[in-house]
């Protein structure tokens, strides 16, 4: 038995040696250099704001500008063939986390005048 299990081993040694195997954790391709930042909405200066970005480069998110709870909640797109794009939502609070569900809506979990977290669905026409 000891016999068959060292001719194993020394066949699974000569195949990882010879590339037969793909080897575990293999070398990833390095990140390149990061792009300049990009203004999506003029004038917002807070840090309440979050994202989601789609295999096509395109980015969808919501963003509190005024930097207080009671304040608007804006959305914006960019795409990486057209303009920025923004709109101000009927919602209102501070954006907590933003997911996009790969089809035409995206939801922005904030937290309302009654202190927690709700989720809205914010759906995006121009992506349909």
Do not use: K
Not at 17 to 36: E, K, N, R, W
Not at 40 to 55: F, H, K, M, S
């Amino acid at each position: 038995m000891s016999r068959r299990l060292a001719w194993i081993a020394l066949l699974a040694a000569g195949l990882v040696l010879a590339g037969i195997v793909p080897s575990v954790g293999g070398v990833a391709a390095a990140v390149g250099p990061f792009g300049p930042p990009e203004v999506l909405i003029g004038g917002c200066q807070t840090n309440r704001a979050d994202a989601a970005i789609a295999v096509d480069g395109t980015t969808r998110g919501f963003a509190n500008c005024t930097g207080n709870q009671s304040g608007p909640i804006h959305f914006f797109r960019d795409t990486t063939t057209s303009a920025p794009a923004q709109e101000v939502t009927p919602y209102t609070g501070a954006v907590f986390a933003v997911a996009w569900d790969g089809q035409n809506s995206t939801y922005v979990c904030r937290e309302g005048l009654v202190g927690f977290p709700q989720p809205v669905r914010e759906t995006d026409a121009a992506d349909r």
